[in-house]
DNA sequence: GCGGAGATGGACC
DNA sequence: CTAACGGGTCCATCTCCGC
């Protein structure tokens, strides 16, 4: 069976569920931040609407360069929680559209179709045109979605028209879809390795697609290597599946740059009490604590401790996330600027459902 | 040579 | 003001170490 594989994709889904609650913020430039502790207007911009990208505003810029460019625009925190439920709505309602599901991140989803519309471009065409259609009705939101053969040009059929986009690529389509865009299209071609390719003179995928396979394994290591080798020729075999997740943390920035255990004890208490909370919420339990430092110089650094059995204890995690910030301190003559605490090698407390349990 | 542990960096949302 | 920069997750790679 010719394999079909839906990606949704909501558009700029903070600012939009922003605009939706209040709709006098329709039509202005709106543009969703996460503020830091460092006080006025200092952070990132997680989501811009479309009225504040046509003024240069983009994810993951700094707030007071955003305010620059769009003085004029509203700036709203971001409300994780008003986000996750309306995210929560909409997964379940997808849940059940396909042969499998997989989330994505809080606004993106993959179903396998194949089964459901019979290997059938046409009739997936029209699933998708009626997932978008339910969406705005119970939502009031607006996505994009790709119809293609696999994940990876699913994901990129649905970023390819935005917003409220609908791109179909049929299997006949994928050389001629591919090979004009830009090596970064493809979902694991970053900076740092578009700009490497371009030092080869690979610019776009049509390139890489001539690019000699051994050489990319000598320039990339051999899984990544082989990979740019398959996704250049639109490949790719990843299954649409439910996973459990690795690993959880939590981050959070300082007042101020500091190496001082007691400016940094309370921040590690929260972010510990909250990665608590979150671990026992969902089941799990875990086995290696990582502490999480991240300089002035804004560079990561983190120390780690694996336990011989998985707790899912907040002493023992406090007590490690402690411990290892002192190791850190006593190694490192470093000013902290944002703290962490990751914990991994998850585990499902006693008594849990796993999430794979949670039928189709 | 293989594995787990630990550290680091890239990528993406 | 010639910059200043959140939070979360996953994955790959490298080194070290015990076996």
Known sequence: MRRIVLHLDMDYFYAAIEERENPELKGRPVVVCVYSARGEGKGAVSTANYEARKRGVSSGMSCPRAKKLAPEAVFLPVNFELYEGVSENIMGYLRGQGNAFEQGGIDEA?????????????????????????????????????????????????????PDGLTVVEPSMVQGFLRPMKTSKL??????????????????????????????????????????????????????????????????????????????????????????????????????????????????????????STTDEETVLLGLALELMEAFLKERDLDIRRVGVRVSGLGRAAGQKSLLDYGR
């Open 110 to 162: 993959f179903l396998e179709v194949t089964g459901r519309v019979k290997s059938d471009y046409k009739k997936a065409e029209e699933l998708a045109r009626e997932i978008k259609k339910v969406i705005r009705l119970r939502e009031g939101l607006s996505c994009s979605i790709g119809v293609a053969p696999n994940k990876l040009l699913a994901k990129i059929a649905s970023g390819y028209r935005k």
């Open 187 to 308: 979902w694991g071609v970053g900076k740092k390795t578009a700009e490497e390719l371009r030092e080869m003179g690979i610019i776009t995928v049509g390139d890489l697609t001539e690019a000699d396979p051994i050489t990319l394994v000598e320039k990339f290591g051999k899984a990544k290597g082989a990979w740019l080798y398959s996704a250049a020729r639109g490949l790719d075999d990843d299954k649409v599946e439910v996973r459990e997740a690795a690993q959880l943390s939590r981050i959070t920035t300082l007042p101020r740059n500091t190496r001082k255990p007691e400016e940094i004890e309370g921040a590690l208490k929260e972010l510990v009490r909250d990665l608590h909370t979150a671990l026992k919420e969902q089941g799990f339990s875990f086995r290696t604590v990582s502490f999480i430092a991240v300089t002035a110089a804004l560079k990561t650094h983190t120390k780690s401790r694996t336990l011989s």
